[in-house]
């Protein structure tokens, strides 16, 4: 190897790494912040009501049967646009990635024939002894990993209550003879 190539390379490396230095130095002096008094950060927590590690009692889910009888099952419709990607509306309730919902609304969990549910949504069904009625469904749509822990369904889930009356009123609908609304 020749020796000037070497001071090149030798030369053009240490070049820019003085270049970086400085640039480290000089950016330090412009952008410089002070450290903190203490480290961390201080989390205030609410005084009394409960002893330390006491488990935080979740709200009881919002009950959709009131809303059905004045839910639009034309919004509903546009809301089944999310559910469309993995599952059928119509009369042959064909499976796609999930089990068609032809006739949905009080059948019995897990019962969709030629349909693979996962061991979560089988164990979950008891048998066929679990139905899907309008309660079943809204609290199934609103978390349904949270409702059926370890189910395959991958939706996010629907927060609104006002989303989930109109999406069920539109699946009442999808059905040979659409099911009673549930007496308020």
Not at 68 to 94: M, Q, R, V, Y
């Amino acid at each position: 190897m020749n020796s000037s190539y070497f001071n090149s390379a030798a030369g053009g490396f240490l070049g820019i790494l003085f270049v970086l230095m400085t640039l480290s130095i000089v950016s330090e002096g412009i952008y410089h912040t002070a450290a903190p008094e203490t480290e961390g950060f201080m989390i205030e927590v609410a005084e009394g009501g409960g002893e330390a590690g006491a488990p935080v009692e979740e709200a009881a889910p919002e009950l959709v049967a009131p809303l059905l009888a004045s839910a639009d099952p034309a919004k509903g419709e546009a809301i089944f646009k999310k559910c469309a990607a993995c599952h059928t509306n119509d009369a042959a309730s064909a499976n796609k990635v999930g089990p068609g919902l032809w006739n949905i609304v009080n059948r019995p969990v897990a019962t969709h024939e030629g349909f693979k549910y996962s061991a979560a949504m089988t164990e979950f069904s008891q048998g066929g002894t679990v139905a899907w009625d309008y309660e079943q469904l809204s609290q199934f749509v609103t978390a349904p990993k949270k409702h059926v822990p370890g189910t395959s369904m991958g939706f996010a889930g629907l927060k609104k209550i006002e989303d989930r009356a109109d999406l069920l009123a539109y699946l009442r609908t999808v059905a040979d003879t659409p099911a009673p609304l549930p007496a308020e």
